[in-house]
């Protein structure tokens, strides 16, 4: 087999960097090969030269086929080992090898054992030509042709791999991102996918800045790739989310070689400005048994998040996350309607002072009527602030409470938290709500839910000293469990402490409850600040905490939770 390559004298005047492409000649005829290679070489490209390859058979092109995949164009004889040889040929590089590239030349002494018309609709060939009519003219116009094409599809394909590779990888640490890893799916048998999620990473781009975030993602996607990518496929999906699929194995190996991972991860050490020390995961893991593997791998591992640190967690059908999905699914659907249908109602629970044994205000509730059964909070809550629904709740409380107290002087206290202080439309709604009734407004109370701790953000804080300068009065709920501190009051106008009735419902037994509740007393006495019972269910109880002073009552002792106030239009009513 020769290999021949034509040099062509550099001209001095006008000499230009060439690019040599390589040019394979198929036949059985040893006097084409010479011929054709004779004419190339008497041709002048300008900015191209040929490295020019020689294959006498169609096994033989195979072969060298098979070892070059850069050649830009090929001659083919017809007729070689068979009548039909170079034709299936055609088929193989094209089907079998899948070179879409290459320029394909069909050559044949014989045109009438191939007609060229079905030849071009049966082949993938770009031309279709006879021995006797390729000129040293017509083969220049062809071989300038073709690798114009050559390069227009390689500049193609460039073009694509690159916009490809941007949308299937991760740019700030180079590994395939989500969608490659949706695509490498489709084409795997059953795989094990392990999810790595950086516990607090929002906290280390807080505290050390983000620049030192991204480096720590960069050291733990390199770290990944060269611990496992050499067996497994490395993904970084998003922000501090990195994936490891798995071939299918045994369940007891996957977890031996996932605890493994862990480990390797935990001794991992990472230093850079600001930071030096090891990294917390959450991990994880599902099988695809079935279907939707990257969702059943996420379930798992918000449920081990949810378990704490450095946990892994297997996905199951019974995860206490996909209970609380179908949970939020169920009330989500049951809150909307029950908002359409004004199934969202109040209930009101007297506020007792203590010292004139009277009612101060009362704390409006709300409750959702469901064929024919009335639910509390304690079902829907959750639903409703995971299906987005809390803020509509309270505009409908907020605009009842309006309503009554528009009519009648009567004290009405209505829930709020954080959810509903981040809320754009919050003040918008609260401040057109007070105008169009012309409440008085000082009959209002705003009762803070303490989902997260108000003195850990100060914007939460100014929307609630916002609030009291439309002449709202702010209550503190829950206080002194949860995120409850004393800090709490710090910059705030609170007016009303209520005690979380954790501390209240055995205070007349245990020594801790009743130190707790003590030392708030005397907290809030120095502030100028009220202070209201809650969970007061027995007269032990009450009695307990009018003797250490406590200012207001709220309780089932003193009145339960009701769909209508007695003697609703005199605030001070005296309790029988």
Not at 153 to 180: A, G, H, S, V
Not at 203 to 221: K, Y
């Amino acid at each position: 087999m020769a290999n021949l390559q034509f040099a062509q004298r550099p001209d001095k005047k006008d000499q230009v960097e060439k690019h040599v492409y390589k040019l394979l000649i198929v036949d059985d005829d040893e006097s084409v090969h010479v011929i054709t290679k004779a004419v190339i070489g008497s041709m002048r490209f300008k900015t191209y030269g040929f490295d020019i390859m020689s294959a006498y058979s169609a096994a033989e092109a195979k072969e060298m086929l098979r070892k070059h995949d850069d050649i830009a164009l090929a001659f083919v004889d017809v007729i070689m080992e068979t009548s039909d040889a170079g034709l299936l040929l055609v088929d193989h590089i094209r089907d079998v090898l899948k070179y879409d590239l290459i320029r394909l030349i069909i050559r044949t002494g014989q045109p009438g054992e191939a007609p060229e018309m079905s030849v071009i609709d049966r082949y993938d060939i770009d031309d279709y030509k006879e021995k006797t009519e390729l000129t040293v003219e017509k083969l220049y116009t062809t071989i300038r042709t073709s690798i114009k094409q050559y390069v227009q599809l390689c500049d193609l394909k460039k073009k694509y791999e690159d916009t490809y590779k941007q949308l299937t990888t991760n740019p700030l640490t180079e590994l395939p991102n989500r969608i490659k890893l949706n695509e490498d799916l489709l084409t795997k048998d059953r795989e094990i996918l392990v999810l790595i999620d950086i516990i607090a990473f929002s906290a280390i781009n807080e505290t050390n800045g983000f620049e030192v975030g991204d480096t720590i993602l960069q050291e733990l996607g390199a770290f990944l790739f060269s611990m496992y990518s050499g067996n497994y496929d490395v993904y970084h999906l998003e922000a501090d989310v990195f994936a490891i699929l798995l071939p299918s194995i045994l369940p007891k190996k996957a977890e031996e070689l996932v605890m493994d991972i862990k480990d390797d991860i935990a001794a991992l050490h990472i230093i850079t400005d600001n930071f030096d020390k090891t990294i917390d995961t959450t991990i994880g893991v599902a099988y695809d048994g079935e279907k939707n593997i990257i969702q059943k791998a996420e379930l798992a591992l918000n449920e081990a998040k949810r378990s704490g640190k450095n946990h892994i967690q297997f996905y199951r059908d019974d995860l206490k996350i996909i209970k609380h999905i179908e949970q939020t699914q169920y009330w989500g659907a049951l809150i909307k309607e029950a908002l359409h249908k004004e199934d969202i109602i109040a209930y009101y629970q007297p506020i007792v002072d203590i010292e004139t044994h009277t009612v101060d205000k009362y704390e409006m509730l709300a409750r959702l009527r469901h064929d024919g059964n009335i639910y509390t909070p304690f079902y829907f809550l959750e639903a409703a602030k995971d299906s987005g629904q809390l803020f509509e709740i309270f505009k409908y409380m907020f605009e009842q409470a309006c309503k009554i107290v528009s009519d009648t002087p009567v004290h009405l206290s209505i829930n709020i938290g954080d959810t509903e202080l981040n809320h754009p439309e919050l003040f918008s709604f609260v401040g057109s709500t007070l105008e169009s009734y012309g409440v008085e407004r000082t009959w209002l109370s705003l009762e803070i839910l303490e989902y997260n701790s108000v003195s850990e953000f100060d914007h939460i804080k100014d929307n609630i000293n916002r609030l009291h300068e439309l002449g709202l009065e702010i209550i503190i709920d829950d206080f002194g469990t949860k995120c409850s501190n004393f800090s709490q009051l710090e910059n705030l106008t609170v007016k009303v402490l209520k005690i979380d009735g954790t501390y209240i419902k055995d205070i007349d037994s245990c020594k801790d409850s009743q130190i707790v509740v003590r030392t708030i007393k005397r907290y809030a006495d120095e502030k100028g600040v009220k202070v209201v019972a809650e969970f007061v269910h027995s007269k032990e109880v009450y009695e307990y905490i009018k003797a250490i002073g406590i200012d207001y009552a709220q309780g089932y002792y003193l009145g339960r939770p009701a769909e209508r106030i007695d003697d609703l239009g005199k605030k001070g009513a005296t309790l029988s």
